[in-house]
């Protein structure tokens, strides 16, 4: 058991809701965190290669299961609400920031690589990382350039809305 999972444990014994998703979220940053201050020791000492490729590897799992379960923390909240134009931006951003927030996991993705070309044979065996980390990256730069136009096509709806709702009152003024 971990720190936030204890603390979300009393707090529900208290009668204090507390969110599930976000006690996982915050055990896992907390197990990310350490996976990152072991990869931080096994730089400076030896370690064998394939112990080393092992916890790159799910430093990359974790982050991007953080990454899902954050978008998913904040959908939750958003489909609560109402279906209207404010959704769909909360829907927009939510996308965005997952997407930006897997930039992080093309950095620990180009980590491994560069840990793995070092090594002739173990470039063979993972050649599927070199494969996924290209469609990753080609995913994420689409699904922010798609993001990013629709949080602008938002905003010139808002201005064409506002425009169109002052044209009719100047109208009706004169």
Same mark, same amino acid.
């Given at each position: ?60 799992? #974790?982050?991007? &299961?953080?990454?899902? *379960? +954050?978008? $998913?923390?904040?959908?939750? @909240?958003? %489909?609560?609400?109402?279906?209207? /134009? ?58 922010? #350039?798609?993001? &990013?136009?629709?949080? *602008? +096509?938002? $905003?010139?709806?808002?201005? @064409?809305? %506002?425009?169109?709702?002052?044209? /009719? ?6």
């Amino acid at each position: 058991m971990t720190i936030p999972t204890i603390i979300g444990l009393e707090l529900l014994r208290l009668g204090i809701y507390v969110d599930v998703l976000f006690i996982i979220i915050s055990t896992l940053f907390l197990f990310f965190g350490f996976l990152k201050f072991l990869d931080f020791n096994t730089k400076k000492t030896q370690i064998k290669e394939i112990s080393y490729l092992k916890l790159k590897k799910l430093e990359i799992f #974790i982050w991007f &299961i953080i990454t899902i *379960l +954050t978008v $998913i923390e904040f959908m939750v @909240y958003i %489909f609560i609400l109402p279906i209207t /134009q404010l959704t769909i931006f909360l829907i927009n951003g939510a996308c965005f920031a997952f997407f930006v927030l897997n930039i992080y996991t093309l950095t620990l993705i180009n980590d491994l690589k560069k840990s793995i070309s070092e090594d002739k044979d173990l470039l063979l065996k993972h050649l599927k990382i070199y494969i996924f980390y290209e469609c990753l990256q080609n995913l994420i730069f689409f699904g922010i #350039i798609i993001s &990013i136009s629709l949080f *602008l +096509t938002y $905003i010139f709806q808002i201005f @064409y809305f %506002f425009n169109m709702y002052v044209f /009719q009152k100047i109208i009706i003024f004169f």
